[in-house]
């Protein structure tokens, strides 16, 4: 004999009834399968962590810079807000600002400008006298400093560009007078679209940049130093 095919019938409710327990069943078991290893789904935090990178300071300076008795206080420099950060900046047009992706300097770039300054005096061996703005250092001089370009340029060329540009400013005290001013930059081309040779021409072009502020410092100091000996 046949079972009735009537929606009222006991079978009826019998079979409708075992299909919602092998639904609920599939149901419960999907989210077991979601976290399974190997279902590929990203998991927040996890992933390869940034790449950090951090410039050297200059070791080497002409042989005839002045040894000098005056203090010297760095200030930390300034920077627009497209500067003033621990990202790595790229331009692919005059107008535009980039950043790399899960990358970045070590530090906040006019940080790390400042400690690189301050190693970089340093290491001249002409200047004991140094230190920074926080210290409370007592000083013949403040050398204040514009962090204006610290980039990577691909809009001229098929390779990138680093450039590195600062300009800075030495206020003589206490009578606050700026006796220098000068603007000092570099742009070395990478051997590479990639980012370790781009950071190494950052590098390079720091270096450049490092030097020349730590010789035009020490010469234009000294030389404003014993003009006001004189004059006093």
């Known amino acids: 004999m046949k079972h009735s095919s009537n929606p009222g019938s006991p079978d009826a409710f019998f079979n409708a009834g075992l299909e919602r327990r092998r639904l609920l069943r599939r149901l419960a078991a999907l ?39 005056w203090q010297l206080v760095l200030e930390p420099p300034v920077a627009d807000a497209g500067l003033n950060t621990t990202r790595i900046a790229l331009q692919r047009s005059p107008t535009q600002l980039q950043y790399y992706a899960r990358s970045g300097w070590a530090d906040r770039a006019p940080l790390m400008v400042q400690t690189l300054m301050v190693e970089s005096f340093e290491n001249s061996k002409k200047i004991v006298s140094l230190g920074r703005e926080a210290v409370g250092l007592r000083a013949d ?16 060329g098929a390779l990138p560009e680093s ?12 009578r606050r007078a700026i006796v220098a001013s000068q603007s000092f930059e570099s ?6 679209d990639r980012l370790p040779e781009i950071i190494q021409a950052f590098d390079e072009a720091a270096g450049k940049v490092l030097r020349r502020i730590v010789e035009w410092t020490l010469i234009e100091g000294d030389k404003a130093h014993r003009t006001s000996r004189t004059d006093s």
């Open 141 to 156: 001089f403040i050398l204040k400093t514009e962090l204006r370009e610290l980039q990577a340029v691909y809009f001229n």
């Open 163 to 174: 450039w590195v540009g600062i300009n800075v400013k030495l206020v003589q005290m206490p």
């Open 31 to 69: 989210p077991l399968l979601a976290l399974a290893p190997g279902c590929g789904l990203s998991v927040p935090g996890q992933g390869p962590p940034p790449e950090l990178f951090r410039l050297t300071p200059k070791s080497t300076f002409r042989d005839d810079l002045p040894t000098v008795d």
């Open 187 to 192: 742009r070395i081309t990478a051997s590479a």
